[in-house]
T-cell receptor, first 115, second 116 residues
Framework: DADVTQTPRNRITKTGKRIMLECSQTKGHDRMYWYRQDPGLGLRLIYYSFDVKDINKGEISDGYSVSRQAQAKFSLSLESAIPNQTALYFC??????????????FGPGTRLTVL | AQSVTQLDSHVSVSEGTPVLLRCNYSSSYSPSLFWYVQHPNKGLQLLLK??????LVKGINGFEAEFKKSETSFHLTKPSAHMSDAAEYFC??????????????FGQGTILTVHP
């Protein structure tokens, strides 16, 4: 979905390096999420944010941090990358006004490889 | 607590034959249920969602799903598979109402292969 963009789309890095993945959206949604996808495990929530001043940990936040620079921007950082953080990372957004049945809209994903 | 189990990790069908992807869920509260599709090297796209208005939900590309509370199931079906349906499918549950923060719980995924 072109309304949610992620950069970079692919990244190869080495153990111990600091990495930042960026997400931008033009949907005007207030809620943003970061997930990682591993084969056979579906998607797991890393962090989520309801607005610029509201950041919350998800299921698997250890080793990750986030920054909500603006309503439209939500970045994920790996402070010191390790090989088991190799995964496909997705950013998603949703609209509070849709209520309890609101769906999430996903970006195209960032494939990260940590050597 | 809520959870989702997709009963098949892989499903293989021939083009033109029916598709059935099975999903069972567990939720302490009335759930919202979704099916998402992920084509190779693409993001996730919403196929359909159950919001309690009707138990049979129609989605895009000819897919539909039926919510069966007694069986805690939300199976995805399509009468006739097309080659373009080959993708990975995710069943997703979300607690509806209350102070839910929008957390989605994903199933493990089912890879659908369509043979000519």
């Amino acid at each position: 979905d072109a309304d949610v963009t992620q950069t970079p789309r692919n990244r190869i890095t080495k153990t111990g390096k600091r990495i930042m993945l960026e997400c931008s959206q033009t949907k005007g949604h207030d809620r943003m999420y970061w997930y990682r996808q591993d084969p056979g495990l579906g998607l797991r929530l890393i962090y989520y944010s309801f607005d610029v001043k509201d950041i919350n940990k998800g299921e698997i936040s250890d080793g990750y941090s986030v920054s909500r620079q603006a309503q439209a921007k939500f970045s994920l950082s790996l402070e010191s990358a390790i090989p088991n953080q190799t995964a496909l990372y997705f950013c998603a957004t949703s609209d509070l006004r849709q209520g309890a049945y609101n769906e999430q809209f996903f970006g195209p994903g960032t494939r990260l490889t940590v050597l | 607590a809520q959870s989702v189990t997709q009963l098949d990790s892989h499903v293989s069908v021939s083009e033109g034959t029916p598709v059935l992807l099975r999903c069972n869920y567990s939720s302490s509260y009335s759930p919202s249920l979704f099916w998402y599709v992920q084509h190779p090297n693409k993001g996730l796209q919403l196929l359909l969602k159950y919001t309690s208005a009707a138990t049979l939900v129609k989605g895009i590309n000819g897919f539909e799903a039926e919510f069966k509370k007694s069986e805690t199931s939300f199976h995805l079906t399509k009468p006739s598979a097309h080659m373009s349906d080959a993708a990975e499918y995710f069943c997703v549950v979300k607690r509806a109402g209350g102070t839910s923060y929008g957390k989605l719980t994903f199933g493990q995924g089912t890879i659908l292969t369509v043979h000519p």
